[in-house]
Every structure is written in C-alpha cells, then in structure tokens.
C-alpha cells in the first residue's frame, strides 16, 4: 500500500502556481519524498526529491515541513502541458530502489 | 535527466504468441531495471526487479514463468510475455535506476509498450 495520500483532483489556471499537496505522516527518517509525473499514455516523468530541505530545480520546488509529516509540490507558472497524474512517493531506507505508485493527483490546468 | 527507450511502443499479437519487450539506457549503465503494468484508469504496478547478470527478483502474484525478463548487459533488459492471452492486454513500463549515493536514487522511466492480445 502506498504510503502516502494526496487528493485525487486538482484545478489550476494557466500561469498560476499550482501547489500539489502529500501527506506522508508515517515517513521514517531515512526515507525521501519523490515526486513524479504522468502524462497521459506516457512514461512516468521524475520531477524533484528530497530528504529534510527545501528543493528546487527547473521543473518544480518541493517544500518539505520540518516534522516531516507533509509536502507540497509546486508548479511556479502551470501550462497546459503540465497537466498529469502527479504521483508522490516514499523511497529509501527500507524500501531503497522500489517505488510504490498510489492513486496520485490528477492536475487539469486549465486556459 | 537520464534517457531511457522502450521497443516497440505498440505491439498487437494472437492470442497464444509471445512478445518480447525491449528496455535500454541510452546514455548511462543501469544495473538495475524495473518493470512495471499498467491497466486503464490504474496506477503502475512493479511487476519485477531486474538485475545485471543475475535473475529477476519477481513481485508477489506475479508469474515468472510467464513473465521472463532477461538483463544480459548494463543497458538493455527485455521482458517477454509468454503464451499471451488478452488478459496481459496492458500498459507495460519500464525504469532504470540511477544511484546518487547515501540511501536514495533515481529511477528514469521508459516511454512505456502498448501490448494487446487478440
């Protein structure tokens, strides 16, 4: 069973941020939340992870709080293109190399 | 990132027939891959963990005798689905682990195969 729960839909309007919430309340110290992303009939796409700290890349920040307990993904300025199934998934420690893919959030950006 | 290429992207077969499904990284070694399902409407599911030179770790339910999968050099591993019947029709996905050190890594995605059984 996945380990983590996030609403099953979201909206967003074009250029604006659309902020993807996951709780995770039972992560263990040693394991990292990751984020990716499904378009449809595509592979899944990796989008960002982290331990503890806030991260950020091209793609996405990812805001971790500091119980741990809970993030948010966050697309800066949503397009079109970035609508998706967006998956948020524990991994390491334990369970180091498998990923366990839960229902995710389906992400409609709309015009 | 990392490129991962799945051959063929469609394939359609008899009922009866195997299909063998290609998985390779393009510009980095894996030594170990991942296969994953995917039914309509459904999340991925691993079906089996494959590693370089030696057999495949198989998930629970999942039949090995049915579902080869062979991962003979640092960037191909192929699975073969064996007397296929339209209950294998799905979405198979593969992935290819980069390690980043310390207790994590990255697994990059193939584009994914379309098999339907006839």
């Known amino acids: 069973d996945a380990k983590t729960t996030q609403p099953p839909s979201m909206d967003c309007a074009e250029g604006r941020a659309a902020n993807l919430p996951c709780n995770h309340s039972t992560i263990s110290g040693n394991e990292y939340v990751y984020w990716y992303r499904q378009i449809h009939s595509q592979g899944p796409q990796y989008i960002i992870h982290?331990?503890?700290n806030n991260e950020t890349n091209e793609m996405a920040s990812l805001i971790i709080t500091e119980d741990r307990k809970s993030s948010t993904l966050i697309l800066p300025h949503a397009t079109l293109r970035d609508t998706a199934v967006y998956y948020c998934?524990?991994?390491?420690?334990?369970?180091?190399?498998?990923?366990?893919f839960g229902q995710g959030t389906i992400l409609t950006v709309h015009p | 990132g990392a490129v991962v290429s799945q051959h063929p992207s469609r394939v359609i077969c008899k009922s009866g027939t195997s299909v063998k499904i290609e998985c390779r990284s393009l510009d980095f070694q894996a030594t170990t891959m991942f296969w994953y399902r995917q039914f309509p409407k459904q999340s991925l599911m691993l079906m089996a963990t494959?590693?370089?030179?030696?057999?495949?770790?198989?998930e629970q339910g999942v039949e090995k005798d049915k579902f080869l999968i062979n991962h003979a050099s640092l960037t191909l591993s192929t699975l073969t689905v064996t007397s296929a019947h339209p209950e294998d029709s799905s979405f198979y996905i593969c992935?290819?682990?980069?390690?980043?050190?310390?207790?994590?890594?990255?697994?990059?995605f193939g584009p994914g195969t379309r098999l339907t059984v006839l």
């Open positions: 998934i524990l991994t390491g420690g334990t369970s180091y190399g498998k990923l366990t």
């Open positions: 982290g331990l503890k």
């Open positions: 494959s590693n370089e030179g030696s057999k495949a770790t198989y």
């Open positions: 992935s290819a682990r980069v390690p980043l050190g310390g207790s994590t890594d990255t697994q990059y």
